[in-house]
Each structure stands twice: as structure tokens, then as C-alpha cells.
């Protein structure tokens, strides 16, 4: 089989997969699970093959015409370089990974056979995003993939908390995608192709005439999509969705996408220094932010969400000084000690019963309870604190020299300007990841207080998926020396300078974290942590539906409840109030766009309920009345009728008479 042919059947199997496993969902449950796991195992073994073959050598591109379209035709194409086949790759470990984790986690959900088949579903869009060469046929994968978050966002349906996220996630992405389709046809109508090597063809000969307006386009639905200041906001609250679908969206599938779109055209962004800038700025802001709001956040899963738009950040900060090797580079680790910190959470929350930080704090031995996730996710924070030698550590590395190169005037793809703001706001993000990653293991981990509840071996689903994915948080960034060919030859080899400074500022952040948290551990008796749900023998879903439900009510609402036992309130002081409310911005938006919007569809339905409505109603009205009277009329007797005859008639024959006396007259 040719790599064409074998690249084609990665995006195709999942798809198929999702299919078979909805038509047969209900006539033949037991073949769920294999339809499930398989096609989406085998489409990551072949794209393991497709990268092997490509073997970070020249692109491979082939394509088809599509349709015509009468001016800018469509092709359904594949271009395959270096970047696109190792995306593809961890896209498919993931959801193979998260195939198998859901078979234990989801075990007795009653709407599993639909749960994966939008998981096959949405892995299938994902590769087709990866593999694509044409715009519009990687709009399409962009586009599915919206629409299987706002379905697996909203699993647990009954909740609202599900309801609401599903939605927030659609609308936010989706006012996104409005400049976004907008800047493709402007993208288009400049080079003339919507194929992409087309496109950077165009670019490379100067054919970009408007290169400030499209970026910034572009920019906008890149924002959305990876959740990057000013439309992060949805990402948090998705966390309401099941852990694995979170798992598959913050490491492997829809943020991921924005970055990559970014790195495929990043010609295109290099063309506007003041659209590298605008990303440089988004990407600070992004990073620092969400490393305050994780320091302050009480659910687990939020701190990984802001995690996950703070790591983003690091991607936005490394193409904004025009690097996408370092980029996509920790995109791929990322992805790997991502999927291990999601999915160790959800086996945390099943042995603790609970999302609640502040709950964990008060019990004891959880760490004994659950020995696989404990070590793993423990690798997974240190990959992420960038501590080496994970893969965290080259990647953020590969950012920071870049951004450094940039700043220090030996890059000159980016503005200088660009690379200060990358590089200072890199590494302030580093002490506050750091900070908020040992916090998270300290109050999961060292918690004190009654021993945790016994709800027997977690499943062998769930727990060896996280030791496959443990094996690239900490030997990916190993392979640095030998993975160059796939990133356009480009050395992602750390420089001391930075190795030293990032990890030095990354150690304070830990161990002040660390020294905070010894401080206020005596602390931790004081204030009542709520009732745990725990129902030893439910499975990880239904504990992890009822602890989202109860959350608020069993540890109230986070910024509102003092607990001094934890460090991230010390560490914040009065700005942890603004924080854990991810610094008002839900509210900010309140007042701006949904309450006016609110405002102008209750006075439109004012007006079309109390004045369209009235002359509608008006109509019939006249008309009723003016049927009313002629009905009068009609009695049914005949002497009537030809009474009324005969006086019409006279009074007809007296008119005509007087007007013809008075024409005579004249």
C-alpha cells in the first residue's frame, strides 16, 4: 500500500468506526466496545507506519478535485511533512488511550454506545485537520469537531452545569469561527487556491496583499478554537463533560487544532509584524492569567483546564516569534503529560469521591489507595512544572531559546517587540505553573485527615493507559537529538542560559509553593471541608456526575469560603478572589454582550407580541365583524330577500333619475 493510501485510511477508520458503532449501539451492544477501540487503534498503528515512511523527508502531497466551484476550486488533498504525521500520531495514541480508559470509566452508561461514537467521531475530524491540504476541507474537520464537544461537553446532560458548558463551548468557538471563515476567503481570494501549499506558494512570491486583516482574521478563530485570551472562558467550564472527553480535548483533538493551523500557515502570520505582536500580546496575557486563576482554582479539573490555556500560551508564544518546531514540539508533549493528568484525575475523583482540592486536603492515604495514578500523574506535574528531564522541560525550552533568539535580535522573523513579551511572560508563567502544580499534588496527595475511602483496585483500563502515556511524558524530550528531520531541521536543543533561569524561577515557584503550604498544613482542621460523596461501589462516571453536583453545596462557592489551609490563598492574598473567578471576565461578558443581547430579543418580542401581533390580530378582527354583519343578513326567508330586492331596486331607479336631472340641469 502507498502512504497515500495508508494516510487516507487514518481519518477514514475512526469515521467508520463512529458509524457501525451508532447503527449497531442498539441491536448489537457488544460490539461497542470493539468498534470503539479498534479502528481507532488501528489508524494510530498506520499513522505510526505513515510517519515512519515520511520520515521527516519532503512533504508528500496528492489530491483530488473535489467539486468545481466556478472560481477558487476545492481539492480534497493530503499534505503530509514532518509535523503533520507526528500530530497524527499522538492524535491517535490519544484516543486510542482514551477508548480503552472509558470502557472501564463509562462501563454501565446507558448512552455509551453515542458517548464513543462521537469520541470516533471526533478523533476522525482531528486527523482530517492534521492531514489536510486543502483550507476547505479542513474547515470541515474544524467544524465537526465543534459540534462533538458541544454532544460530549454535555454527556451528563441532567446536570446544568453539562448543559450550560456544552453551550458556552459552542457559542464562544463559534464567535470564533465567523472571522475565521471570513479571513479563509479573504486568505483565498488573494492567492487564488485554497490549497495550502498553494497558499504558501503565494505568499512566498509576495501575493498576500492584505496580510495584517487576515491574520487578525485568522487570529480570531484560532482564539476560539484554543482557547486563548479573550475566548478561553469556555474551556474551564467544560470540564462538566466526562474526564476522558476532557482528556481527548486538551491534549490530542479541538485546542490543539488552532496551534497547529497557526504552524501550517505561519508564512502567512509572518507576512504582518503587527499580527505577531497582537499574538505575542494574546499569548502573555494567556499564559499569566491562567497561571493565577489555576493557583486559585478548588475543583482538580479546573486547574488542569487553566493548565491547559496556559500551555497554549506557550505555543502562541513560540509562533508569534516564528518558530513552529518549538510550537508544535510542545504540542506533542503536552499532549502526552496532558492525557496523563486528565485521565489520573478522573481515578483520584473516583477514589476520593470528589473534585473538591480542599476535601482531598482533609483525607489521608489517598496516595496508597491508588499507587498508578499517583506516580503517574507525579511524573505528569513535573513534565508540566518543566523540570527536567520530561519532555515538559525540552519543549518549554525550545520556546524560550526561540524567544530569546527573537528578543536578542538573531531571529528576525518576528519583531523584537514580540520576543521581550514572549520571553519575560514565559518565564513569570513558569514560577506560577510550577506554584500551581505542587499545590495541586500537595493538597491531592499529602492530604491529612480521615482515611480515604476503599473503593477496591481501580480498573485495569484505566490504570494502564496512564503508564503507556507516562513512557513519552518522560522519554519524549530524550529524543530531541533525533527528531529534528521532522521538524524542518530546526534544533530544538536547550541553551543554558534559559535551561538554567527557567528551571531556577521554576524551583522557587515550587518550593515557595511547598513552604506556604507547610505553613498553613496546621491549619487544616479548622474549618468544616463539607460531606464527601463516595459510593464505593458506583462507577468513576456517576461519582464524578454527583461530585460536580454537590460541589458547591458540600464546599461552597470557592472565592466565597475562607480556608486557610490553602497555600494558593496565602500565595495570592486579595487578587485570589479575582482569580478563582477567572478575574471576572464570565461577569465582564455578562454585561457587555449577553445582558444588551438579552435586552434587544425581549424588545423584539415585545415588539412583535404587542405590535406585529396587533395588526395581525386587527386584521382578523375586522374581517370577523364584517363577516358578522353580512351573516345578519342571511335569514333564510325568501320574502326578505326579495323585499330587500325590491328596495334596492327603487332606490337605485330614484338615484338614477336624480343624477339625471341634475347632468340636465348643468
Request: proline letters at 5%; aromatic letters at 8%.
Amino acid at each position: 500500500m502507498t502512504t497515500t493510501t495508508l494516510a487516507v485510511l487514518v481519518p477514514l477508520l475512526p469515521f467508520l468506526g463512529a458509524a457501525t458503532g451508532l447503527l449497531l449501539g442498539r441491536t448489537a451492544p457488544g460490539y461497542v466496545r470493539p468498534l470503539a477501540i479498534l479502528p481507532t487503534l488501528a489508524a494510530a498503528v498506520i499513522a505510526v507506519v505513515v510517519a515512519a515512511r515520511q520520515g521527516g523527508g519532503p512533504a508528500i502531497d496528492a489530491s483530488t478535485r473535489l467539486t468545481p466551484t466556478g472560481s477558487v476550486p476545492i481539492d480534497l488533498a493530503l499534505h503530509l511533512d514532518g509535523f503533520a504525521v507526528l500530530v497524527a500520531v499522538l492524535v491517535g495514541l490519544v484516543a486510542t488511550c482514551v477508548q480503552i480508559y472509558s470502557t472501564a470509566y463509562l462501563r454501565h452508561d446507558p448512552r455509551y454506545p453515542s458517548y464513543a461514537a462521537l469520541v470516533s467521531l471526533f478523533t476522525s475530524a482531528m486527523l482530517l485537520v492534521v492531514y489536510s491540504g486543502d483550507l476547505m476541507v479542513l474547515l470541515v474537520g474544524w467544524e465537526v469537531m465543534g459540534i462533538c464537544s458541544y454532544f460530549l461537553v454535555g454527556h451528563y446532560w441532567e446536570t446544568p452545569e453539562a448543559r450550560a458548558a456544552s453551550l458556552k463551548a459552542f457559542l464562544v468557538t463559534k464567535l470564533g469561527d465567523v472571522p475565521f471563515l471570513i479571513g479563509l476567503f479573504a486568505l483565498a481570494a488573494d492567492t487564488g487556491t485554497f490549497r495550502i501549499t498553494g497558499i504558501l506558494g503565494a505568499v512566498a512570491h509576495g501575493g498576500l496583499d492584505h496580510p495584517t486583516l487576515i491574520a487578525l482574521l485568522l487570529l480570531a478563530g484560532v482564539a476560539g478554537k484554543s482557547a486563548q485570551f479573550p475566548l478561553h472562558t469556555w474551556l474551564p467550564d467544560a470540564m462538566a463533560g466526562p474526564t476522558p472527553v476532557s482528556a481527548l480535548i486538551h491534549a490530542a483533538t479541538m485546542v490543539a487544532a488552532g496551534i497547529y493551523f497557526v504552524a501550517r500557515l505561519l508564512p502567512v502570520f509572518a507576512e504582518s509584524g503587527a499580527a505577531l505582536v497582537v499574538l505575542a500580546v494574546m499569548a502573555a496575557v494567556t499564559m499569566i492569567g491562567s497561571g493565577l486563576a489555576a493557583l486559585a482554582q478548588d475543583d482538580i479539573k479546573r486547574v488542569l483546564a487553566y493548565s491547559t490555556i496556559g500551555q497554549l500560551g506557550y505555543m502562541s508564544g513560540a509562533l508569534a516569534v516564528g518558530d513552529r518546531g518549538a510550537a508544535v514540539f510542545h504540542l506533542l508533549s503536552h499532549g502526552a503529560f496532558k492525557a496523563v493528568l486528565f485521565l489520573a484525575a478522573g481515578v483520584v475523583i473516583h477514589a476520593a469521591g470528589t473534585n473538591s482540592l480542599t476535601a482531598m486536603s482533609r483525607m489521608g492515604g489517598l496516595a496508597k489507595r491508588i499507587p498508578d495514578a499517583y506516580w503517574t500523574m507525579t511524573v505528569a506535574l513535573l513534565a508540566l512544572a518543566a523540570i527536567p528531564p520530561f519532555a515538559g522541560f525540552f519543549s518549554k525550552e525550545a520556546i524560550l531559546v526561540a524567544a530569546e533568539h527573537t528578543a536578542l535580535g538573531e531571529r528576525h522573523v518576528a519583531p523584537v517587540a514580540a520576543g521581550w513579551t514572549v520571553l519575560v511572560a514565559g518565564l513569570l508563567a513558569a514560577v506560577l505553573t510550577a506554584a500551581y502544580a505542587t499545590r495541586l499534588w500537595l493538597l491531592a496527595f499529602r492530604g491529612r485527615g480521615a482515611e480515604a475511602p476503599d473503593h477496591g483496585r481501580q480498573p485495569v483500563a484505566m490504570t494502564a493507559v496512564l503508564w503507556v502515556l507516562a513512557i513519552p511524558t518522560f522519554g519524549f524530550g530524550l529524543t530531541v537529538g533525533v527528531i529534528t528531520d521532522w521538524f524542518d531541521g530546526h534544533s530544538l536543543t536547550p541553551s543554558v542560559t534559559t535551561a538554567v533561569l527557567s528551571t531556577g524561577v521554576g524551583l522557587v515557584g515550587g518550593l515557595v509553593t511547598y513552604g506556604a503550604w507547610r505553613h498553613t498544613t496546621a491549619l487544616a482542621a479548622r474549618p468544616p471541608a463539607g460531606a464527601v460523596v463516595a459510593h464505593p461501589d458506583a462507577e468513576p462516571a456517576l461519582i464524578e456526575a454527583e461530585a460536580m453536583t454537590h460541589h458547591t453545596a458540600g464546599y461552597g462557592d470557592t472565592p466565597g469560603t475562607p480556608d486557610p489551609a490553602d497555600p494558593g490563598r496565602l500565595l495570592l492574598g486579595r487578587l485570589h478572589r479575582h482569580a478563582a473567578t477567572g478575574f471576572h471576565l464570565d461577569a465582564l461578558y455578562a454585561t457587555l454582550f449577553v445582558r444588551p443581547v438579552q435586552a434587544a430579543a425581549s424588545l423584539v418580542s415585545f415588539l412583535d407580541r404587542e405590535v406585529v401581533d396587533t395588526y395581525v390580530r386587527g386584521a382578523g378582527t375586522g374581517t370577523r365583524w364584517l363577516g358578522a354583519a353580512v351573516r345578519r343578513a342571511q335569514t333564510g326567508n325568501v320574502q326578505t330577500y326579495l323585499s330587500a330586492l325590491l328596495a334596492g331596486s327603487l332606490v337605485l331607479a330614484i338615484a338614477a333619475v336624480v343624477f339625471a336631472n341634475i347632468n340636465a340641469g348643468s
